[in-house]
């Protein structure tokens, strides 16, 4: 997926202080949202949508995913579709991520890869921990980030999409974090913590009454990433400094059954993966 690898100038997203209105959120507000992670694996599952907004050749483009998350077992599945290239032309097919510990699989990655083979990614080796690579923030992984939360605001209450939520803003550390993360997701929060140029993330939560995520927007800072290692296969090969990446996830359907069926060793594309800049 040649998402971040044409990466240019920064992405608008949520702004970093207080909004308008907004008030410092009280000590049970804010564990709500640092512990918004142990809230949806105590949901289960849900189906989940994804938004990936960021510069392409002087363009603005979205990537965007659909899919679902069983929260109580770290994975889920969704089916990633990519813009057309800057001039409109250029289609391509879907691809279909797979979201495990550790680990990320996608099929129809791309050039030099057959299409019935996957290709694998050890996303403890990824300068981003997979925050951005995928083109989708894993779920979870998003949730997890809270943990880290500081400074956090409430703006009172909204509706979305029918549903009553508290909207809720502020700024999380990747590093700290990952101190506080379940073992299962330390490994690419600690690796993110190092491949980021500012660890601090800017973010806006919406959670319902029970305290599930509803919807929830980052934005990240990337820095440079060496094109070798385990990111020389993957689409983030080569960044710019500076470039910012504001990713949203939706929550949804909590309950609804997610199966992921993994694939066997023989499906997996271990030859040479063609960089979207070579």
Known sequence: MACAAALTTGCGGPAAGRAAGAAPADAAQTRAVTSAADTLVGAGSSKVATAMRMASGGTWVTITGTGGFDYARRQGELVVLLPKDAVGKEEHKPITELMTPGALYMKNRGAGVPADKWVRVDTTRLPDGN???????EPLAA????RGAEDVTYSGTEQLQGVRVRHFRGTTDIARAARIAPTAVRGPLRAAAKGFTVTRVPFDAWLDTQGRLRK???RFTMSPSPASGGAASTPSARQDPGVTVTATTTYDGFGTPVAVTMPNSADIWTGKIVSATS
């Open 143 to 146: 949730a997890e980030l809270l």
């Open 216 to 218: 929830l927007t980052q």
């Open 131 to 137: 925050l951005v690579t995928g083109g989708a923030t």
